[in-house]
């Protein structure tokens, strides 16, 4: 039986979201997926932060969890046609048993852990790629306006902050008042902050440590709030004292290549390989090339890190409402680092939103 066509060009709800599920499973001819990604789970159920195995066939959607999580499961569950259940050990190898096709998602679940729970429930269960993470990738208006509201908190968090730097100011103070802020806006961070100063600023990831600011010094900080579930992004460099004209070039050179990447976009240019090669041809003409060392962004939304990639092997496109960052940076080994991270917001009809 074909199913109903549904519309998912603005806000989505559970019951829908799961009815798209429903129609790629038909499509791939198989009978239930197993989900096991807390995001997505989250995705499809409104459970943040929930662990376990979301079961969605043709006919039914059954959740399993443990002890930890049942309870909430139960009482913060507002979707009708999903049941749950809490693991026993041994009823979700049964439940997994008694269909035909069963599928899971190959980048969640290691060759072993594959093979253990085929062996578990006797079924030979397909491993395919995860589909959800592409429809996440398009946001829906609730989505954007959740983000939008993250990035806004986040933004307005980093210049207050800003404010108490200052020469003998330790990075982990400004990091422990970033995320004492967070909290204050009701929010939580959306990954570790970032926070590094001088010689640590060469390193992208880098944890804030004791070091004191210094005069002179070139501080990145890289923060983002996680509001209602959905998170944002941003990096900000900042200088105490007056930048040298080294300083100075190279944070214009990161200006120019958001400038450049926003009118590409803008133009039409839609294939994220070649809008990272882009920033890359640029850095390319003053030699700096080899000291940008990531991507030039990514989608952001219940996960930092989501589809789109915009790097060097990217097969991704930009499509409506997808949400994303551009983030060039420059890490010169014993001088200092620099990256700028603005958050996109892009429409096919309207190009781009900052």
């Known amino acids: 039986m074909k199913r109903k066509k549904v519309d998912y060009s603005n806000h989505i709800t559970g019951t829908a979201m799961i009815e798209k599920i429903r129609q790629e499973i038909e499509k791939k001819k198989i009978d239930i997926v197993v989900v096991s990604k807390s995001s997505d789970i989250f995705y499809l159920t409104g459970l943040y932060n929930c662990e376990g195995y979301l079961c969605v066939?043709?006919?039914?959607?059954?959740?399993?969890?443990?002890?930890?999580?049942?309870?909430?499961?139960?009482?913060?569950?507002?979707?009708?046609?999903?049941?749950?259940?809490?693991?026993?050990?041994?009823?979700?190898?049964?439940?997994?048993?008694?269909?035909?096709?069963?599928?899971?998602?190959?980048?969640?679940?290691?060759?072993?852990?594959?093979?253990?729970l085929c062996k578990k429930s006797g079924k030979k269960i397909k491993r395919i790629e995860n589909f959800i993470s592409h429809f996440r990738s398009t946001k829906t208006n609730d989505e954007i306006l959740k983000i939008k509201k993250a990035e806004k908190i986040a933004?307005?968090?980093?210049?207050?902050?800003?404010?108490?730097?200052k020469p003998g100011i330790s990075e982990i103070d400004i990091a422990g008042e970033i995320c004492y802020q967070l909290r204050r806006n009701g929010c939580m961070e959306a990954f570790p902050t970032i926070v590094a100063s001088g010689i640590n600023s060469v390193y992208p990831h880098h944890l804030p440590a004791k070091r004191k600011f210094k005069h002179n010094d070139v501080i990145v900080i890289d923060m983002g709030a996680r509001f209602d579930g959905y998170c944002s992004d941003i990096t900000q460099t900042i200088f105490i004292g007056k930048p040298d004209d080294e300083m100075k070039k190279i944070f214009g050179i990161l200006c120019d290549i958001h400038k450049c990447v926003n009118d590409l976009i803008l133009n039409g240019e839609k294939l994220c390989e070649r809008i990272h090669c882009t920033a890359v041809n640029i850095l390319k003409k003053f030699k700096l090339e080899q000291f940008f060392t990531h991507g030039l962004g990514h989608g952001v939304g219940i996960d930092v890190h989501e589809l789109p990639r915009l790097g060097p092997e990217s097969k991704d496109r930009l499509e409506n409402n997808m949400v994303f960052t551009i983030e060039p940076g420059i890490y010169i080994p014993g001088k200092f680092g620099m990256r700028l991270e603005n958050m996109y917001y892009y429409s096919a009809t309207m190009g781009l939103d900052r």
């Open 155 to 165: 933004k307005s968090i980093l210049e207050k902050t800003k404010n108490l730097i």
């Open 57 to 116: 066939g043709r006919n039914q959607v059954k959740l399993f969890t443990g002890g930890i999580y049942y309870q909430y499961a139960v009482d913060k569950l507002n979707l009708s046609e999903v049941s749950v259940e809490k693991i026993d050990g041994q009823n979700f190898y049964k439940f997994l048993h008694d269909f035909k096709r069963p599928a899971l998602f190959s980048s969640e679940f290691s060759i072993d852990r594959w093979e253990n």
